[in-house]
């Protein structure tokens, strides 16, 4: 009898201590059941970056600026909470970096260059609650956004600057990778310098790498030593080789003018030549990808994150256009920007940005 107490006694213990487990508290509530870590309330967002890295003075440096932006726009700290980024320092980190983050739970995680775009198919399928974005290419996936940008604009203001101011009719393009992308570049600035110079020559060499600068400084040595006095680079890392080439020739030959054109972000830091107030940067081809991070993450935030969408950013959004820092540049060369900027914002001039498209521009 004693037995039969005692076992309907644990019973009911047992039962009860169930119904509280199923009914749970506030501090499990709040918890990931899949991973066991507490739910963040609060929008957080990340970025992966290329090789480049985020000091780039470029691509990667542009979209961390736009992401602090964001960040302190909304009160957030840098860190698991808030805004962060993870640096890549070779391809094989790219899937790696971009599934610490999802674990670390971010809103919306960035993966910037097109070199990420496999890797961001591959965890995208396998994290579908995830949000990703994707710049400069198109990851056609209903969890990713994409980025892009009409950087043939840009550098055919850039090509129309180059193409009235130099004094040898020889300019060159430094590009990283040799690709669709770095393509739009190299087409739009030699379809600007045709533009307002068809007797000027355009020499074009890819590097091969976002990454080297040694390479980039070869390549600017090469065209320096030919003839160029401009040259213009879409190269990452591998570009502040040209800045170095250029400042090292302006100081054995202080008289001659040599010039770079910086990427997307403001490079005339670039250009300094040490020892004297003389910079060698003409000016900078601004790519906004601050701008077009912290848009988007501000939508995503506000619960329309354009999943599976492709947006693209030109001179109308001032996804595009030249930096403020244009000292070395000619009234001449200013005024003619204004004038062909015209023309694109009202479609009267539609730039090329593939070979073909050149072919066409240049009947």
């Given at each position: 009898m ?8 644990l019973?009911l213990?047992l ?5 509280l ?6 501090e ?28 780039d003075e470029?691509?990667n440096q542009s979209a961390w600026v736009?992401i602090?932006?964001f960040?302190?726009?909304?009160n957030l700290?840098k ?5 962060n980024?993870l640096?890549?320092k070779?391809?094989a980190?790219y899937?790696?970096n971009?599934n ?9 995680i ?11 198919e591959?965890v995208?399928?396998?994290r579908?609650d995830?949000?990703f ?7 056609k996936?209903p ?10 604009q840009?550098?055919?203001?850039v090509?129309?600057?180059a193409g009235?101011q130099t004094k040898?009719?020889k ?9 669709e992308l770095?393509?739009?570049?190299e087409?739009g600035f030699?379809?600007g310098v045709?533009?307002v110079?068809?007797k000027?020559?355009v020499?074009?060499?890819y590097?091969?790498?976002f990454?080297?600068?040694?390479l980039g400084?070869?390549?600017?040595a090469t ?9 213009y680079h879409?190269a990452?890392?591998t570009g ?7 400042v090292?020739q302006?100081?054995k030959?202080?008289?001659r003018?040599i010039y770079?054109?910086?990427v ?6 670039l ?9 060698i940067?003409?000016?900078s081809?601004?790519k906004?990808v ?8 501000t939508?995503a ?5 354009p ?5 693209e950013?030109g001179?109308?959004?001032n ?6 820092s244009k000292?070395n540049?000619?009234?001449e060369a200013l005024k003619a920007v204004?004038?062909?900027t ?7 001039l539609?730039?090329?940005g593939t ?9």
């Amino acid at each position: 009898m004693k037995k039969r107490k005692f076992g309907l006694a644990l019973s009911l213990v047992l039962a009860a201590g169930t119904i509280l487990g199923a009914c749970g508290n506030s501090e499990d509530d709040d918890k990931d059941t899949s991973s066991g870590k507490e739910k963040k309330d609060n929008f957080t967002v990340a970025m992966v970056t290329d090789t480049g890295g985020v000091d780039d003075e470029s691509f990667n440096q542009s979209a961390w600026v736009g992401i602090q932006d964001f960040g302190k726009e909304n009160n957030l700290e840098k860190g698991k909470d808030g805004y962060n980024y993870l640096q890549s320092k070779s391809d094989a980190d790219y899937a790696k970096n971009l599934n610490t983050l999802v674990r670390e739970d971010y809103s919306l995680i960035y993966a910037i260059g097109f070199l990420l775009a496999e890797s961001v198919e591959e965890v995208a399928d396998q994290r579908p609650d995830s949000h990703f974005a994707i710049v400069d290419t198109e990851v056609k996936k209903p969890n990713v956004a994409s980025i892009n940008f009409k950087e043939q604009q840009g550098s055919f203001l850039v090509g129309v600057i180059a193409g009235l101011q130099t004094k040898t009719n020889k300019v060159g393009f430094i590009g990283g990778v040799e690709s669709e992308l770095i393509k739009k570049f190299e087409i739009g600035f030699k379809a600007g310098v045709l533009a307002v110079n068809p007797k000027a020559k355009v020499e074009a060499k890819y590097a091969g790498d976002f990454n080297k600068a040694d390479l980039g400084k070869t390549y600017a040595a090469t065209m320096y030593n030919a003839g160029a006095d401009i040259i213009y680079h879409a190269a990452g890392g591998t570009g502040k080789g040209v800045f170095t080439e250029a400042v090292e020739q302006k100081q054995k030959d202080p008289k001659r003018e040599i010039y770079v054109i910086g990427v997307d972000s403001d490079q005339v830091k670039l250009g300094d030549v040490p020892g004297t107030d003389e910079n060698i940067t003409l000016t900078s081809m601004i790519k906004r990808v601050d701008i077009a991070v912290k848009d988007l993450a501000t939508k995503a935030k506000d619960g329309k994150f354009p999943g599976g969408e492709k947006i693209e950013y030109g001179i109308e959004e001032n996804g595009v256009g030249i930096s403020d820092s244009k000292e070395n540049v000619s009234e001449e060369a200013l005024k003619a920007v204004e004038e062909w900027t015209a023309k694109i914002k009202s479609g009267e001039l539609v730039v090329p940005g593939t070979e073909d498209e050149f072919k066409k521009f240049q009947k």
